[in-house]
């Protein structure tokens, strides 16, 4: 028994990771996708070395005259979560405005973690599906093989 395919008209698919965001849109029908590029949000990674200025910070114990480092946190971790973050509030505008009825994500696992908390409510009822993969550095006619077929 075959499945239903997943790209339908006019219904947006979001490719993205860390790093890159790609929003397109099936012009096409079920049976012969054409996905169109909408729109792409990119973040340049900067060397952790020019992401913090200085070493980890120090705190004093309040009793003695012991220190300690206080770990900052990976650098590329939050700007990751904060590019995801954009990401999220682009397509938040984007129902918000209309155009989005229909939408499939697709990201590594670990981005769609770090996406799904700053999806709003509005967007989270769009969410036809989620696909686990990482489908940003590969052409449109792969993506649209990829999530047509189950």
Known sequence: MKSEPRLLREMWVLVCDGRKALFLQNA???????????EVLEHSVERSSA????????????????????DQGDPHDH??????????ARL????????????????PARALGML????SPSVQHVVSDEVAHDYV????YEIERHLNTN
């Not at 938040?92 to 990201?107: R, S």
């Open 116 to 119: 799904r908390p700053f999806l």
């Open 79 to 88: 700007a990751e979560r904060e590019f995801l973050r954009s990401v999220a």
């Open 28 to 38: 096409g029908d079920h049976l012969y996708p054409k996905l169109e590029t909408r």
């Open 92 to 107: 938040d505008a984007l129902v918000g405005e209309k155009h989005i009825h229909h939408l499939i994500i697709a990201a």
């Open 51 to 70: 992401m913090s200025s200085d070493g980890p910070g120090r705190t004093h114990s309040s009793v003695g005259s012991g220190s300690s480092a206080v």
């Open 137 to 140: 550095k590969s052409p449109l």
